[in-house]
Protein backbone atom coordinates (compact mmCIF):
# COMPACT_ATOMS: atom_id res chain seq x y z
CA UNK A 1 0.00 0.00 0.00
CA UNK A 2 1.56 3.64 -0.97
CA UNK A 3 -1.38 5.47 0.37
CA UNK A 4 -0.26 7.93 3.31
CA UNK A 5 -1.12 6.38 6.82
CA UNK A 6 -2.55 9.32 9.15
CA UNK A 7 -1.85 8.56 12.77
CA UNK A 8 -5.20 10.04 13.90
CA UNK A 9 -8.60 9.85 12.21
CA UNK A 10 -8.57 12.93 9.61
CA UNK A 11 -12.89 12.61 9.63
CA UNK A 12 -13.29 12.89 13.55
CA UNK A 13 -10.04 15.36 14.02
CA UNK A 14 -11.88 18.14 11.48
CA UNK A 15 -15.39 17.45 12.01
CA UNK A 16 -15.19 16.91 16.16
CA UNK A 17 -11.70 17.96 16.78
CA UNK A 18 -11.01 14.75 18.76
CA UNK A 19 -7.85 13.23 18.05
CA UNK A 20 -8.69 9.11 17.76
CA UNK A 21 -5.76 6.91 16.98
CA UNK A 22 -5.98 4.94 14.20
CA UNK A 23 -2.37 3.23 14.62
CA UNK A 24 0.03 2.09 17.15
CA UNK A 25 -0.50 1.52 20.52
CA UNK A 26 -2.43 4.43 21.49
CA UNK A 27 -5.05 3.02 18.88
CA UNK A 28 -5.21 -0.53 21.30
CA UNK A 29 -7.65 0.80 23.72
CA UNK A 30 -9.88 2.14 20.78
CA UNK A 31 -9.80 -1.23 19.34
CA UNK A 32 -11.15 -2.78 21.70
CA UNK A 33 -14.33 -0.83 21.38
CA UNK A 34 -13.97 -1.52 17.65
CA UNK A 35 -12.80 1.48 16.77
CA UNK A 36 -10.66 0.85 13.84
CA UNK A 37 -9.51 2.37 10.96
CA UNK A 38 -12.38 2.29 7.92
CA UNK A 39 -12.92 0.18 5.13
CA UNK A 40 -13.90 2.74 3.29
CA UNK A 41 -11.18 5.52 3.80
CA UNK A 42 -8.47 3.91 6.18
CA UNK A 43 -7.51 7.18 7.41
CA UNK A 44 -11.30 7.86 8.79
CA UNK A 45 -12.55 5.73 11.78
CA UNK A 46 -15.38 3.26 12.17
CA UNK A 47 -16.57 6.41 14.18
CA UNK A 48 -16.88 8.36 11.00
CA UNK A 49 -19.24 5.62 9.44
CA UNK A 50 -21.45 4.14 11.98
CA UNK A 51 -21.57 7.13 14.29
CA UNK A 52 -22.75 9.13 11.48
CA UNK A 53 -25.71 10.69 12.57
CA UNK A 54 -24.50 11.21 16.45
CA UNK A 55 -21.30 13.07 15.07
CA UNK A 56 -23.19 15.11 12.81
CA UNK A 57 -26.02 15.36 15.05
CA UNK A 58 -28.51 14.54 11.48
CA UNK A 59 -29.49 11.57 9.48
CA UNK A 60 -27.88 13.67 6.43
CA UNK A 61 -25.90 16.56 5.53
CA UNK A 62 -26.13 18.31 2.59
CA UNK A 63 -23.16 18.77 0.88
CA UNK A 64 -20.69 20.37 -1.71
CA UNK A 65 -19.40 17.46 -3.04
CA UNK A 66 -17.54 15.14 -5.67
CA UNK A 67 -19.09 11.75 -6.91
CA UNK A 68 -16.85 9.64 -9.56
CA UNK A 69 -17.95 6.41 -10.82
CA UNK A 70 -15.64 3.70 -12.31
CA UNK A 71 -16.28 0.71 -14.20
CA UNK A 72 -14.32 -2.35 -15.48
CA UNK A 73 -15.78 -2.84 -19.36
CA UNK A 74 -15.91 -6.70 -20.44
CA UNK A 75 -15.99 -7.95 -17.09
CA UNK A 76 -19.50 -9.41 -17.55
CA UNK A 77 -18.41 -10.91 -21.19
CA UNK A 78 -15.44 -12.29 -19.47
CA UNK A 79 -17.40 -13.92 -16.65
CA UNK A 80 -19.14 -16.19 -18.88
CA UNK A 81 -15.69 -17.23 -20.78
CA UNK A 82 -13.17 -17.14 -17.87
CA UNK A 83 -12.85 -19.81 -14.71
CA UNK A 84 -14.16 -18.69 -11.62
CA UNK A 85 -10.40 -17.96 -9.69
CA UNK A 86 -9.23 -15.78 -12.69
CA UNK A 87 -12.33 -13.48 -12.79
CA UNK A 88 -12.58 -12.75 -9.13
CA UNK A 89 -8.09 -11.83 -9.26
CA UNK A 90 -9.57 -9.63 -11.72
CA UNK A 91 -12.34 -8.37 -9.78
CA UNK A 92 -9.99 -7.86 -6.42
CA UNK A 93 -7.10 -6.25 -8.40
CA UNK A 94 -9.63 -3.45 -10.15
CA UNK A 95 -10.97 -2.62 -6.35
CA UNK A 96 -7.64 -2.63 -5.18
CA UNK A 97 -6.27 -0.50 -7.70
CA UNK A 98 -9.16 2.04 -7.92
CA UNK A 99 -8.99 1.95 -3.70
CA UNK A 100 -4.81 3.17 -3.58
CA UNK A 101 -5.96 5.79 -6.08
CA UNK A 102 -8.75 7.09 -4.43
CA UNK A 103 -7.31 6.80 -1.02
CA UNK A 104 -4.56 8.86 -2.18
CA UNK A 105 -6.49 11.68 -3.17
CA UNK A 106 -8.49 11.70 -0.09
CA UNK A 107 -11.59 10.34 -1.50
CA UNK A 108 -14.16 7.72 0.11
CA UNK A 109 -14.52 4.49 -1.69
CA UNK A 110 -18.28 4.02 -0.49
CA UNK A 111 -19.69 1.64 -2.35
CA UNK A 112 -18.88 -1.47 -4.88
CA UNK A 113 -21.47 -2.47 -7.26
CA UNK A 114 -20.77 -4.97 -9.01
CA UNK A 115 -18.07 -4.19 -11.13
CA UNK A 116 -18.40 -0.60 -10.87
CA UNK A 117 -17.06 1.90 -7.62
CA UNK A 118 -18.87 4.68 -6.04
CA UNK A 119 -16.08 7.55 -4.54
CA UNK A 120 -17.22 10.61 -3.53
CA UNK A 121 -14.55 13.31 -2.39
CA UNK A 122 -15.17 16.01 0.22
CA UNK A 123 -16.99 14.16 2.56
CA UNK A 124 -15.53 13.11 6.06
CA UNK A 125 -12.12 14.51 4.92
CA UNK A 126 -13.14 17.90 3.52
CA UNK A 127 -10.63 19.89 1.32
CA UNK A 128 -11.31 22.76 -1.22
CA UNK A 129 -9.47 20.54 -3.89
CA UNK A 130 -12.31 17.69 -4.15
CA UNK A 131 -12.54 18.58 -7.93
CA UNK A 132 -9.52 18.37 -8.98
CA UNK A 133 -8.76 15.05 -6.44
CA UNK A 134 -11.52 13.24 -7.67
CA UNK A 135 -10.28 13.85 -11.14
CA UNK A 136 -6.54 13.55 -10.53
CA UNK A 137 -8.29 9.53 -8.72
CA UNK A 138 -9.37 9.14 -12.02
CA UNK A 139 -6.36 9.14 -14.03
CA UNK A 140 -4.53 7.40 -11.39
CA UNK A 141 -7.10 4.57 -11.75
CA UNK A 142 -6.51 4.72 -15.44
CA UNK A 143 -3.09 4.42 -15.27
CA UNK A 144 -2.70 1.85 -12.72
CA UNK A 145 -5.31 -0.01 -14.64
CA UNK A 146 -3.33 0.26 -17.55
CA UNK A 147 -0.16 -1.49 -16.14
CA UNK A 148 -2.10 -3.92 -13.86
CA UNK A 149 -4.16 -4.97 -17.20
CA UNK A 150 -0.81 -6.60 -19.22
CA UNK A 151 0.39 -8.55 -16.11
CA UNK A 152 -3.30 -10.20 -15.43
CA UNK A 153 -4.23 -10.97 -19.56
CA UNK A 154 -0.39 -12.50 -19.30
CA UNK A 155 -1.20 -14.35 -16.15
CA UNK A 156 -4.38 -15.59 -17.23
CA UNK A 157 -3.87 -16.07 -20.53
CA UNK A 158 -7.05 -13.68 -21.19
CA UNK A 159 -7.73 -11.50 -23.92
CA UNK A 160 -7.70 -8.41 -22.52
CA UNK A 161 -8.34 -6.23 -25.04
CA UNK A 162 -11.80 -4.64 -24.35
CA UNK A 163 -10.92 -5.23 -20.12
CA UNK A 164 -11.08 -1.12 -20.06
CA UNK A 165 -12.31 1.27 -17.03
CA UNK A 166 -14.60 3.69 -17.88
CA UNK A 167 -15.48 6.84 -15.35
CA UNK A 168 -18.02 9.46 -14.80
CA UNK A 169 -17.37 12.42 -12.35
CA UNK A 170 -19.76 15.83 -11.60
CA UNK A 171 -19.64 17.68 -8.76
CA UNK A 172 -22.30 19.37 -6.61
CA UNK A 173 -24.70 19.80 -3.93
CA UNK A 174 -25.78 16.75 -2.64
CA UNK A 175 -27.42 14.64 0.42
CA UNK A 176 -24.60 12.75 2.41
CA UNK A 177 -25.84 10.05 5.30
CA UNK A 178 -27.97 7.30 6.49
CA UNK A 179 -30.44 5.86 4.34
CA UNK A 180 -32.57 3.18 4.48
CA UNK A 181 -34.29 1.44 7.88
CA UNK A 182 -33.72 -2.37 7.63
CA UNK A 183 -30.10 -1.43 6.14
CA UNK A 184 -28.42 1.17 7.33
CA UNK A 185 -26.42 2.97 4.20
CA UNK A 186 -23.81 5.29 5.10
CA UNK A 187 -24.06 7.31 1.46
CA UNK A 188 -24.82 10.25 -1.18
CA UNK A 189 -27.82 10.21 -2.85
CA UNK A 190 -29.30 12.75 -4.86
CA UNK A 191 -28.81 14.41 -8.85
CA UNK A 192 -25.27 14.73 -8.78
CA UNK A 193 -24.64 11.07 -7.86
CA UNK A 194 -27.00 9.87 -10.57
CA UNK A 195 -25.84 12.24 -13.35
CA UNK A 196 -21.95 11.14 -12.66
CA UNK A 197 -23.23 7.12 -12.68
CA UNK A 198 -24.71 8.39 -16.09
CA UNK A 199 -21.75 10.15 -16.97
CA UNK A 200 -19.69 6.84 -16.49
CA UNK A 201 -22.36 5.27 -18.77
CA UNK A 202 -21.48 6.75 -21.56
CA UNK A 203 -17.68 6.93 -21.33
CA UNK A 204 -15.69 4.61 -23.27
CA UNK A 205 -13.18 1.72 -22.17
CA UNK A 206 -10.21 3.91 -20.90
CA UNK A 207 -12.01 6.88 -20.99
CA UNK A 208 -12.89 9.61 -18.25
CA UNK A 209 -15.90 11.82 -18.79
CA UNK A 210 -16.63 14.83 -16.68
CA UNK A 211 -19.59 17.44 -16.45
CA UNK A 212 -19.42 21.19 -17.45
CA UNK A 213 -19.18 21.70 -13.74
CA UNK A 214 -16.00 19.82 -13.03
CA UNK A 215 -14.36 21.50 -16.26
CA UNK A 216 -15.52 24.68 -14.80
CA UNK A 217 -13.73 23.71 -11.12
CA UNK A 218 -10.61 22.18 -12.25
CA UNK A 219 -10.43 24.13 -15.90
CA UNK A 220 -6.67 24.19 -14.91
CA UNK A 221 -6.44 20.50 -15.16
CA UNK A 222 -8.40 20.43 -18.32
CA UNK A 223 -7.06 22.60 -21.18
CA UNK A 224 -7.67 21.28 -24.13
CA UNK A 225 -10.31 19.71 -23.64
CA UNK A 226 -13.44 20.03 -25.65
CA UNK A 227 -16.95 19.06 -24.73
CA UNK A 228 -19.21 17.01 -27.01
CA UNK A 229 -22.90 16.70 -26.42
CA UNK A 230 -24.63 12.97 -25.04
CA UNK A 231 -27.99 11.96 -24.60
CA UNK A 232 -27.75 10.49 -20.97
CA UNK A 233 -30.57 7.86 -20.14
CA UNK A 234 -32.95 9.97 -18.08
CA UNK A 235 -32.52 13.13 -18.97
CA UNK A 236 -34.94 14.88 -21.79
CA UNK A 237 -31.93 17.05 -23.27
CA UNK A 238 -28.35 16.33 -24.25
CA UNK A 239 -25.88 17.29 -21.69
CA UNK A 240 -21.95 18.39 -22.41
CA UNK A 241 -19.48 16.05 -21.68
CA UNK A 242 -16.03 16.44 -21.45
CA UNK A 243 -12.76 13.61 -22.32
CA UNK A 244 -10.66 14.38 -19.08
ZN1 LIG B 1 -13.31 9.11 12.68
Redo the contacts with the bound molecule.
Keep these: MTVHQAKI?????Q?MH?P?PLRGVLSLPFRAFG?RP?KMNPN??????LMFTR?MRARKVTIDATVMFADLRGYTSLSQSAPPDAISGVLDAFYDQCADAIWQHDGLLNKTIGDAVMAVFNF?IKTEHHVRNALRAAREIQLRWCLQRETLVEGLGLAGGDLGVGIGIHSGELSFGEFGRSHRDLTAIGTVVNTASRAQSAASADQILVTQEVYRRAQSDLAGSQAKPYQLKGFDAPIELYAA
Excluded: D, L, N
Design positions: CIGCWQVVISTCTICEVP
